[in-house]
Antibody
Framework: QLQLQESGPRLVKPSETLSLACSVS??????????WAWIRQSPGKGLEWIGS???????YYNPSLKSRVSMSVDTSKNQFSLRLSSVTAADAAVYYC?????????WGQGTLVPVSS | QSALTQPASVSGSPGQSITISCTGT?????????VSWYQKYPGKAPKLIIY???KRPSGVSNRFSGSKSGNTASLTISGLQAEDEADYYC???????????FGGGTKLTVL
């Protein structure tokens, strides 16, 4: 059974780029038909879909974040990644990686990313 | 692209049934049978409890059921239990992989 685990910095400074990775275990990211997604939840707010990518590297982003987001897949490491540039305090959130086709049945535990100088 | 509309809160007593609505548009909920529901406890990752409007993943209690009418999807929890107290989010495919929208979330309180 697939499992996901996020990793990344514990703190990001304003204007810098947030970089997170999601390691996939229990299966190959390359052979899966899943879309691999990033979803976040800011304090006191609801879930926000950031974007998703398939194993072939085709990516889709939330229009509201599109200018600052990029995602990639590294099949050699069996992981996928998120980069969010020019972060502000509004980007402070728990970031989750998730996987599925038209629903997300597999989730990482989430990683809290504060934004502070 | 607008978020799906959910009530901010619902409540019920143990043993009762409650329904949470999720209203979209003819471009998303009304067109695609690709609505899913997630249960979220504070500090925990969301858990998929309903997918493709009515289907339950393996291991999810049959007290959870989903339905759809027009542009509105619904999650019903029957035989309410204290452990059901959580936030619930709906999600719908919206015709493109770049248009993925969550509802604002509903806080369920078990009285």
């Amino acid at each position: 059974q697939l499992q996901l685990q996020e990793s990344g910095p514990r703190l990001v400074k304003p204007s810098e780029t947030l970089s997170l990775a999601c390691s996939v275990s229990g299966g190959s990211i390359k052979s899966s038909t899943y879309y691999w997604a990033w979803i976040r939840q800011s304090p006191g707010k609801g879930l926000e879909w950031i974007g998703s990518i398939n194993s072939g590297g085709t990516s889709y982003y939330n229009p509201s974040l599109k200018s600052r987001v990029s995602m990639s897949v590294d099949t050699s490491k069996n992981q996928f990644s998120l980069r969010l540039s020019s972060v502000t305090a509004a980007d402070a959130a728990v970031y989750y990686c998730a996987a599925g086709e038209y629903s997300y049945g597999i989730w990482g535990q989430g990683t809290l990313v504060p934004v502070s100088s | 692209q607008s978020a799906l509309t959910q009530p901010a809160s619902v409540s019920g007593s143990p043993g009762q049934s409650i329904t949470i609505s999720c209203t979209g548009t003819s471009s998303d909920v009304g067109t695609y049978d690709l609505v899913s529901w997630y249960q979220k406890y504070p500090g925990k990752a969301p858990k998929l409890i309903i997918y493709e409007v009515t289907k339950r993943p393996s291991g999810v209690s049959n007290r959870f059921s989903g339905s759809k009418s027009g542009n509105t999807a619904s999650l019903t929890i029957s035989g309410l239990q204290a452990e059901d107290e959580a936030d619930y989010y709906c999600w719908s495919y919206a015709g493109s992989r770049s248009l993925v929208i969550f509802g604002g979330g509903t806080k369920l309180t078990v009285l």
